[in-house]
Antibody, heavy 119, light 106 residues
Framework: QLQLQESGPGLVKPSETLSLTCTVS??????????WAWIRQPPGKGLEWIGN???????YYNPSLESRVSISVDTSKSQFSLTMTSMTAADTAVYYCASRLSSGWFDYWGQGTLVTVSS | IQMTQSPSSLSASAGDRVTITCRASQDITNSLAWYQQIPGKAPKLLLYAASRLESGVPSRFSGSGSGTDYTLTVSSLQPEDSATYYCQQCYSTPWTFGQGTKVEIK
């Protein structure tokens, strides 16, 4: 079964850059069926799609975050990564990685990792 | 596309029939998914394409709707259904979610 696991720092200072990695197991990251996505959830709030990447490297970002976000893929390690610049307290959230079928829904999710932006 | 859920929260007894509504700001032609999120856990896909049940999801969950208006129904609420439920439009990017409906068991 497809499994995803996020990794990265739990604390980031304001104005710094966040880097998170998601490791995919149980399924090929080069599958034609899937896009690989990042979604976040501020404490006590709803879900926000950040962006996703196809194994070929094609990316799609939420326009609200596009200027600060980059997603990359390393097929040799079965990993994809999120980079978000100029972090502020408003970016404090649980960050999830997920698999997205071409039809648009997210069928598998990582457990999530809490990222706190604080000095 | 903006997604609006109602109600924001509800309290019901075990065995009750519960309905949650999701309205899209434009026609999304059944491109809708529903998720269940238990506190401290990742969201779990319940239904996709508005009415198709994800594998392993109990049959007491069902979905319906068309155009801009969709519903998630739990036919007989169970204690383990205490969670927040989100709809998501799968019609066009940016993919967007409703604000969530918190379901509490009395």
């Amino acid at each position: 079964q497809l499994q995803l696991q996020e990794s990265g720092p739990g604390l980031v200072k304001p104005s710094e850059t966040l880097s998170l990695t998601c490791t995919v197991s149980g399924y090929s990251i080069t599958s034609y069926s899937y896009y690989w996505a990042w979604i976040r959830q501020p404490p006590g709030k709803g879900l926000e799609w950040i962006g996703n990447i196809y194994y070929s490297g094609s990316t799609y970002y939420n326009p609200s975050l596009e200027s600060r976000v980059s997603i990359s893929v390393d097929t040799s390690k079965s990993q994809f990564s999120l980079t978000m610049t100029s972090m502020t307290a408003a970016d404090t959230a649980v960050y999830y990685c997920a698999s997205r079928l071409s039809s648009g829904w997210f069928d598998y999710w990582g457990q999530g990792t809490l990222v706190t932006v604080s000095s | 596309i903006q997604m609006t859920q109602s109600p924001s929260s509800l309290s019901a007894s075990a065995g009750d029939r519960v309905t949650i509504t999701c309205r899209a700001s434009q026609d999304i032609t059944n491109s809708l998914a529903w998720y269940q999120q238990i506190p401290g856990k990742a969201p779990k896909l319940l239904l996709y394409a508005a009415s198709r049940l994800e594998s392993g999801v109990p049959s007491r969950f069902s979905g319906s709707g068309s155009g801009t208006d969709y519903t998630l129904t739990v036919s007989s609420l169970q204690p383990e259904d205490s969670a927040t439920y989100y709809c998501q439009q799968c019609y066009s990017t940016p993919w967007t979610f409703g604000q969530g409906t918190k379901v509490e068991i009395k």
